[in-house]
């Protein structure tokens, strides 16, 4: 399984991002994902995540309200609408695979993508 996740940028804030995360392979539509972020100096952080089904999903408390997760299983492809964004959401964002475990947990997680960086300036 290969991740691929793009559509980090920079932004001021208020403004809006969307990020998406192809995957590779044929299990994708089997198993929960997430988006987790992390900023110099922290630790990685759960954002967001999305059952196989996309019928439920998790949201930090941090970006309830601003961010949205979804996922088209068609198309192997997760997303993160990032909307009304901050100066604290930069950080480097990952999309994973959760293989079980707590969603909030990185340690849940084995596939990974790349990252990719959102700045939002003030």
């Known amino acids: 399984v290969q991740l691929q996740a793009s559509g980090g940028g920079l932004v001021q804030a208020g403004g809006s991002l969307r990020l998406s995360c192809a995957a590779s392979g044929r299990t994708f539509s089997a198993l929960a994902m997430g988006w987790f972020r992390q900023a110099p100096g922290k630790e990685r952080a759960c954002v967001a995540s999305?059952?196989?089904?996309?019928?439920?999903?998790y949201y930090a408390d941090s970006v309830k309200g601003r961010f949205t997760i979804s996922r088209d299983n068609a198309k192997n492809t997760m997303y993160l609408q990032m909307n009304s964004l901050k100066p604290e959401d930069t950080a480097v964002y990952y999309c994973?695979?959760?293989?079980?475990?707590?969603?909030?947990?990185?340690?849940?997680?084995?596939?990974w993508g790349q990252g990719t960086q959102v700045t939002v300036s003030s």
């Open positions: 994973a695979r959760r293989s079980g475990g707590r969603m909030v947990d990185a340690d849940s997680y084995d596939y």
């Open positions: 999305i059952s196989w089904s996309g019928g439920s999903t």
